[in-house]
């Protein structure tokens, strides 16, 4: 049986079997990265609830293994070393489960690079941007009295849509033919714009290619036990 006695956040959020992947996570568009991941890998694991209360992502056992306090976060048992290894970083778990499952990651080192290259435009531009467009809008930002950063933040949504629309002409996923873990990094973001309630701000509708690619991706049955995972209640 492994061994996680190394890990202080194990002792909060214990695991059952611990010999499999332990997820800490919350069903956000960042925290359902992972969890969708797993299961579209076949991945066994165990998710653990971690609320984005401070009671847990500021509690020390949190920190132990992800000292910036964000979901999701990662125990893998059988690391690639032979011992276990945690990992924070939606997009860096991305990368470490594709690569060790060999899925979703493309089936060349040319279209591994598209893929991570359209993974980093989620993780650098793309879900920021959306983030703040969800602070000013909807959240404690939309009772300033300024307006200008939400707009700064509904224009800068808008650009960012059209150059997914774009580069979706013709394509189903966003590396090309197949789907992988950039599409996993991407459209829980774009889900989260009806959550905000900001896809008419935003125009969403105008986007068909991107339209047409977040129903795609809704319909997989990974996505959608996924992005219940854990569950909320």
Known sequence: MADLSAFPIAKRWPAKNPNILQLYSFPTPNGVKASIALEEMGLPYEAHKVTLADEDVKSPEFLSLNPNNKIPAIIDPNGPDGAPIGLFESGAILIYL???????????????????????????????????????????GSQWGDDRPKQRYIDEAKRLLK???????????IAGANYSIADIA??????????????????????????????????RPAVQVGRNTPPRG
């Open 98 to 140: 594709a690569d060790k499952s060999g899925k979703l990651i493309g089936d060349s080192a040319t279209e591994r690079a598209h893929i991570i290259q359209w993974l980093m435009f989620q993780m650098g531009g793309l879900g920021p941007m959306l983030g703040q467009l969800g602070f000013f809008y909807k959240f404690a």
């Open 186 to 219: 991407i459209a829980p973001w774009l889900g989260a714009l009806e959550f905000y309630g900001a896809k008419e701000a935003v125009g969403w509708e105008d986007n068909g290619n991107l339209v047409a690619y977040l129903d795609r991706f809704l319909e």
């Open 163 to 173: 150059v997914l629309n774009l580069e979706l002409a013709g394509k189903d996923w």
